[in-house]
Structure formats: C-alpha cells, structure tokens
C-alpha cells in the first residue's frame, strides 16, 4: 500500500547549507546494469543515511542533471521549519488507510508513528526534468506493509494521495 504526500517550495528564498555538488554524488553513486544509481547520503532531517535512487536517461555513460541535483539538494536542505507539517502528513497518510479502518486498528500517536517511521529511500527521476518543477520521491514505512511515498516539489510539502 502507498501513500503519496506532497511538497511544495520556492527555490529562489532557500539559504543552502547542506547542498552537494554533482562531483560529490557521482563519486558516492553505484551504477547498475540498468543504468540505476544508488547513492547513500546523510538527511539531517531525518537523521540517517538514505539511499537515493538515481533513475537516469539511458545513456552510454550514467550522468546527473543539473535538475536531478536540485532535487537531491533539495531533500538534503528540508529544514525543522517542515517538521510539524510533515508529521501531520504523515498522520493523516496513515489514518487514511482502509486496512486501519476496516480492522479497528487503535490507531497510534501522531508522535509515536513519526518515531517508528523509517525512510526507506529516495527516489530522483531524470524524467522529471521535463515537468515543471524540481521532485522527488521519499519512500517511508510508517508501520509494518504501510508504506508512504512524500513526493517533494522543490523542497515543500503539499499533500498526500492514497494509491492502493
């Protein structure tokens, strides 16, 4: 079962301090044979190290856009200031479940969920660099087989969709 929850953010009032260059990650990055990338590094947010999943145009030789850097930059920068807003989110992604309901599961604490929560990984997309915007897509087990994707749009949160 996944979730989707939303960011939202403009990059241009952002103070960068966590920021990576491209030489940083691709000297961090594995490349598979599908032209995958998987690249470990540290979120103060979430205060673990992530895998950050690197899917990339298919070319001879693996490369990161300059949008894929925003996006990683981005997750890398989320600051406290998103906290609350992310926990409520990340509440409401789970109550929303229809397991939770159909099996009069006692649903837990706001703060007690964000606790248990683990990140997962993070996936960045080359073809959203066509969009409008700078994504990614944070993949989080809130419970056992509960699962909710946090699609980030330029740094911001701005909701959830429930995808079964």
């Known amino acids: 079962m996944l979730i989707y929850v939303f960011f939202d953010y403009d990059m241009k009032n952002k ?7 491209r030489k940083e990650v691709m000297l961090n990055t594995v490349w ?3 032209g995958m990338g998987t690249c470990r590094l540290f979120v103060d947010f979430f ?5 950050f999943i690197l899917f990339q145009d298919h070319k001879p ?3 990161i856009s300059s949008q894929m850097m925003q996006s990683i930059n981005a997750i890398l920068e989320l600051d406290e200031g998103e906290l ?3 926990k409520s989110l990340l509440y409401d992604a789970y109550l929303s479940q229809s397991v939770i309901t159909q099996m009069n599961i006692v649903p837990w604490s706001k703060a007690d969920l964000y606790s248990a929560s683990k990140v997962k990984e993070i996936y960045i997309d080359q073809d959203n660099d066509h969009g409008k915007g700078i994504y990614a897509e944070i993949i989080i087990e809130c419970v056992p087989q509960i699962l909710v994707c946090i699609t980030v749009k330029e740094g911001k949160m701005i909701g959830f969709e429930e995808h079964l």
């Open 61 to 63: 030789t693996p490369n």
């Open 47 to 51: 205060n673990q190290y992530i895998p």
């Open 32 to 34: 598979d044979e599908f």
């Open 15 to 21: 103070i960068r301090s966590n920021s990576m260059t």
């Open 84 to 86: 609350e807003s992310f």
